[in-house]
C-alpha cells in the first residue's frame, strides 16, 4: 500500500531528527525520488517544521524545527496508537478464545 503524505512527511522528520541532513541524504533514508522529496520539504518549510540552511556555499542542509520536532512527537504518538486500535480486536478474540478453552477445560 502507497504511503499517505503524514507518513511520507514523518519519514522525513525521522530522518531529520538526530541531525540536519543534505536533501540526497534524506531520500536515501525515506526512500523518496527527489522531485516527490522536493515537494514535501516545500511544505514542511513553508509550515515552519523545517529549515533549510546553506552550508559552505550552495550546499543545503535540512534542520527540523522546535516547531517540527512537536509534529514529530505527535504524528509518532498518533501512529502508536493506530497500531494499538489495530490490535484491539487481536486481544479481544485471544480474551475469548481463552475463555472458550476454559470452558472447554472444566467441563471435561
Do not use: C, W
Not at 552550508?55 to 534542520?63: P, T
Not at 480474551?95 to 472447554?104: C, D, G, N, T, W
Amino acid at each position: 500500500m502507497p504511503l499517505s503524505k503524514l507518513d511520507k512527511y514523518l519519514n522525513i522528520l525521522e530522518a531529520l531528527v538526530d541531525r540536519p541532513l543534505k536533501i540526497d541524504q534524506i531520500a536515501r533514508r525515506t526512500k523518496m525520488k527527489l522531485q516527490v522529496l522536493k515537494h514535501h520539504l516545500a511544505f514542511l518549510v513553508a509550515n515552519g517544521v523545517v529549515d533549510e540552511r546553506k552550508f559552505r556555499g550552495k550546499h543545503a542542509a535540512y534542520v527540523i524545527t522546535e516547531r517540527g520536532f512537536a509534529v514529530f512527537k505527535t504524528l509518532r504518538a498518533l501512529k502508536y496508537l493506530e497500531k494499538l486500535r489495530d490490535s484491539l480486536p487481536i486481544v479481544e478474540e485471544a480474551r475469548e478464545i481463552a475463555s472458550v478453552l476454559a470452558k472447554q477445560k472444566y467441563s471435561k
